[in-house]
């Protein structure tokens, strides 16, 4: 699925984007990990990409305007297909193709067993006894898209957390990092085998890379989302190091001043109003209960919405006590029911439902978590999501042409 085909055009020279230090801005776009739920962010940046091309011109790609794209799980899987290169070192897909990919192959990633009366049981049994899927389809799709493409040959940077169970403590993998150390310089396919190997799931991820000195590193790695399911404050904090480093992509100056980020964080979802647990539900579960009930996996899913919210909650009051908090977007539906909810339910009628959530979210006025409910209320004056994304569209494309004006006059 090549987004560009044909020859090569005057777009093409822009890539890779301009380095920050040639403008005013560090822009980051930021994706949650959920599974087949990457149908929501995938909506909603297919729109983005489309007020930029408005801007720009139908050659332009979601790479040529972030400094970075972060991504967890199916969000590094999105991250990838929107960042690693072509023949022509262009982006693999355009934004309008993702929805396609999942479409076309979420039934084969998460394949439905067939159902019979004894289902919960074999299933309850199942979660027990191993992975719920193999993972073939998905590691044979990752690879035979990216081919030998490692972290440091993507068309912008990208930031993508995993954990490694060996040594118990987060890994993210940065193409800054692997242009410094060759042993960080993975191949994107493990990567994203890595990021997506959530437990009880898929199974976990191991792979070894080579300095080609004679030193090797091993991974052990299993799901991104145990660590950052959303991955903001991680491309937040491999940026800072960036300039704690002297960087010269970056101006110097103060690491932590935030107040020239822009940031775009797109979550896959969650079912805080559905209310689906219960203290005292959940006081009378053990081990399998937690592992299994009613077709989810309560573990994982409490977990994961505790990642993505204390990260939410993180930015948010950042960006607001430094008087900036329109540089900060998050969007996100906390309002998920029933199968929607669901990360692995791959019916037709199911995601064609998600799809239609991302279309509805952007209709949906811009709003914030507040902190003591940890809902997302309605922020006055900002308009909608999709009015919000239009704006930081144009930002992005006055400091893109700000970047390459500065560049073609040195």
């Not at 979660?127 to 073939?136: E, F, I, L, N, T």
Request: hydrophobic share 40%; aromatic share 8%.
């Amino acid at each position: 699925m090549d987004s560009n085909g044909g020859t090569a055009t005057a777009a093409d020279k822009t890539v890779p984007q301009p380095p920050p230090s040639t403008g005013k801005l560090i822009t980051v776009l930021s994706i949650d990990g959920g599974g087949i739920r990457g149908l929501i962010p995938a909506t909603i940046i297919a729109f983005l990409e489309a007020k930029l091309q408005e801007l720009d011109g139908l050659d332009a790609r979601i790479a040529d305007y972030f400094d970075v794209i972060a991504g967890t799980s199916t969000g590094a899987l999105l991250t990838s297909m929107l960042a690693a290169p072509d023949k022509n070192n262009r982006p693999l897909f355009t934004a309008k193709d993702l929805n396609t990919f999942y479409l076309k192959n979420g039934p084969n990633i998460f394949p439905e067993k067939k159902a019979g009366f004894l289902t919960p049981a074999a299933k309850l049994l199942g979660a027990v006894r191993g992975p719920k899927y193999d993972g073939v389809f998905l590691h044979d799709k990752i690879k035979s898209l990216t081919h030998d493409v490692r972290v440091a040959d993507t068309v912008t940077n990208v930031i993508v957390p995993a954990f490694d169970v060996k040594y118990l403590q987060p890994v993210i993998f940065s193409t800054y990092e692997a242009k410094h150390d060759p042993l960080k310089n993975a191949h994107l396919a493990d990567i994203c085998i890595s990021t997506s190997a959530a437990p009880t799931y898929f199974p976990a991820h191991f792979f070894t890379t080579s300095d080609g000195k004679g030193g090797s590193r091993e991974y052990h790695l299993v799901n991104g989302g145990v660590a950052a399911n959303n991955p903001t404050m991680a491309a937040m904090s491999m940026l800072t190091k960036e300039v704690l480093r002297h960087n010269p992509d970056f101006n110097p100056g103060k690491p932590s001043d935030y107040r020239h980020y822009l940031i775009i964080s797109i979550g896959t979802g969650s079912a805080k109003q559905e209310e689906k647990y219960t203290a005292p539900q959940c006081a009378k579960w053990g081990l399998l209960q937690w592992l299994y009930n009613g077709g989810f996996t309560p573990i994982i899913d409490i977990f994961s919405h505790a990642s993505s919210d204390m990260v939410d909650i993180h930015a948010a009051v950042l960006f607001e006590a430094l008087h900036c908090e329109k540089n900060y977007l998050r969007i996100q539906d906390d309002s998920l029911t029933g199968d929607t909810s669901s990360v692995d339910i791959t019916t037709k009628e199911n995601m064609e439902a998600l799809i239609r959530i991302g279309h509805e979210l952007l209709k949906k006025p811009v709003s914030r978590v507040n902190i003591d409910t940890g809902m997302y209320e309605p922020v006055n004056g900002e308009g909608t999501n999709e009015e919000a994304l239009a704006r930081f569209a144009k930002i992005l494309s006055d400091e893109r042409r700000l970047r390459q004006s500065k560049l073609s006059s040195n």
